[in-house]
């Protein structure tokens, strides 16, 4: 017997109340006004690896984490080997999420033929900048006349790789990119999703047409925590403390819709 009901009294949503949860065989935890009760946590970008980098981690592994945490459902991201482009793969993977004890959700990559969306009918398409840089911005206000069509939802990881520079990823990529971003959703009346921002700009340019998340990497280190850049590298960068305070403060006055922690794991 691995589950558990709940009786007494807990402090749910800001008060005492008095509960009964579950039932059947599940053995009984008495509450007797010790307990905070937590509703589950929604994830909605983490990597679960698997398919082709199953040494990092797999579906399963990905699941069984999320759950200790007290996060019960997830969108998990396409950079998978191969990369979710196809009706095909897309159908394949959700099956297998379908197994998971989470609600598993998935969002499809950028398919090389956009009538790959109509096949698959993905709730949401996630892009990246190295997308962006292979099939180009027209590529990608294509896919956001389809999914306005659609209904699903364009989730930006917004840097536009036109701004890269041997290796550096400025700010500015995703200034620019908001704002290559904006116009897309202006001429398409297509959905769009910002995920793991790192600037408060882009909480304050994105309001009315965008929601935005953000990491809590992105929240709590900048590059001052960072002694070995090569063990703090992350898409986007690690920015300064004053535009990470920036940003903290921007989640706390209700500015950033989302908090998402881009859970990927990497070997050294
Ligand atoms: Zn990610």
Redesign the pocket.
Known sequence: MDCIRLEGRAYIGGRFVRVKIGGGDCRLVQLSNRYLILPGMVDL?V?FRDWGLSHKETLEGGARAALAGGVVAVGD?PNTSPHIRTAELYRKRVEQGSGLPILYKLHMGVPEKVAELDQARPRSVKIYPEDVARFGWQHVEKLAERCATLRCVLVFHCEDPAYFRNGERPPDAEVACVEKVRQIVHRTGARVHLT?ITLPYTAEATRGWASVDATPHHLLLDVDNCKDPALCLVNPRLRTPEIRKRLLAALASGLIDIYAT?H?PHTL
Request: hydrophobic share 35%; proline share 0%; aromatic share 0%.
């Open positions: 970008h990597h991201m793991h881009d990927a």
